[in-house]
């Protein structure tokens, strides 16, 4: 079994490095970029786009 003060420590920097990249993306306006990129390429995949 593992120590958990000791094994738990990559998850949580791994864990926390994403967290601060998604709200760097958001208040970039990121998101939306995004979301129209991925509508765009749900509409030509059905036929629509």
């Known amino acids: 079994m ?3 003060k000791q ?3 990559p998850g949580i ?3 926390a490095a994403g967290i601060f990249m998604m709200a760097y ?3 970039r306006g990121e ?3 995004v979301f ?4 765009n390429i ?3 995949c ?3 786009g």
């Open 13 to 15: 920097c791994a864990a």
């Open 31 to 33: 998101m939306q970029t």
């Open 2 to 4: 593992r120590d958990v």
């Open 25 to 27: 993306g958001i208040s």
């Open 42 to 44: 749900c509409l030509e």
């Open 7 to 9: 094994g738990n420590w």
């Open 46 to 48: 059905i036929g629509i």
């Open 36 to 39: 129209a990129k991925a509508v």
